[in-house]
């Protein structure tokens, strides 16, 4: 796999070490445009801007660390230089597309098929947590945030936002998580290159862009690589929380809940979901 064209943007320098596989690659194919900066806010703020002004689907942005990373509800998104994977791709087709809520779970089952190829531990241990975090057992490892331009009758384009810890410490995520994140190298022990990992992710979503022209296919995927439905949850809202069993998810990727108490369902479309331990 290989990239048409690699602009370094915010840095004259080389690419980290970890990283060259990028630039060497290519040679090999053209279905990818890279971006990369040493420093920049956030890669979700650049790739929009970039969309915005016409860059070609799948144009990726990629960074070293962000000073303002970002993750759902406007949460910071622990971005130290050199460590992690911080990436938004540009996506533009999406003629089969009729419900871009379902690409936060289509880039999930993607992010964590992509990992099991890669870490032999992982078997039996990621797993995706509705909406939009990835999971290594009981602690965070990762997380999707999807963003885009939407007419009223026409999704102009998506950004999927991806954030990995792949190579921070013990130390560094108990200084920034309080002991609820968790990193590749924290589970097995060992460093990896971002580049590897990077373009297994993208091999995934080039290849797997099938499954979303199929709804059922791709919920059935998600829930096989999930722990939610079934399980006791505590559902956050604006108006407060209340518990509930999840059920499943629908068509568009909302999932369906079932209240404690009055046995009343709800459809949550944005709402923060806590496993009850």
């Not at 990283?19 to 703020?45: A, G, P």
């Not at 650049?46 to 860059?55: I, M």
Request: hydrophobic fraction near 35%; charged fraction near 30%; charge should be neutral.
């Amino acid at each position: 796999m290989c990239m048409t064209s690699f602009i370094p943007q915010g840095s004259e320098g080389l690419l980290p070490n970890d990283l060259r596989y990028l630039s060497q690659s290519l040679e090999e194919t053209e279905k990818f445009r890279l971006i990369y900066y040493d420093r920049v806010d956030s890669t979700n703020n650049r790739a929009v801007e970039y969309a915005r002004r016409g860059y070609p689907h799948l144009t990726v942005v990629i960074a070293n660390s962000q000073f303002k990373g970002r993750g759902r509800r406007g949460r910071e998104w622990f971005s130290p230089e050199g460590k992690n994977i911080y990436m938004s791709l540009i996506y533009r087709e999406l003629e089969d597309v009729t419900y871009p809520e379902l690409f936060t779970l289509y880039s999930s089952v993607c992010v964590i098929e992509a990992l099991q190829g890669i870490v032999p531990e992982a078997g039996g241990h990621l797993w995706s947590k509705w909406p939009n975090d990835i999971y290594w057992d009981e602690k965070k490892l990762g997380g999707i945030l999807i963003e885009g331009s939407l007419s009223a009758e026409d999704i102009n384009f998506l950004v999927i936002g991806i954030g990995i810890n792949v190579n921070s410490s013990n130390e560094e995520l108990l200084a920034c998580s309080e002991g609820r994140g968790t990193s590749l190298l924290a589970e097995s022990g060992r460093i990896y290159r971002r580049d590897e990992i990077i373009l297994a992710i993208l091999s995934e979503i080039s290849s797997a862009k099938r499954i979303l022209k199929d709804r059922e296919t791709l919920i059935r995927k998600w829930k096989d690589l999930s722990r939610t439905v079934g399980e006791r949850v505590k559902v956050v809202t604006n108006r407060g929380s209340y518990e509930a069993v999840a059920l499943g998810v629908d068509e568009r990727g909302h999932l369906i809940v079932k209240r404690k108490g009055d046995g009343k369902k709800e459809v949550l479309t944005y709402e923060e979901v806590v496993h009850i331990r």
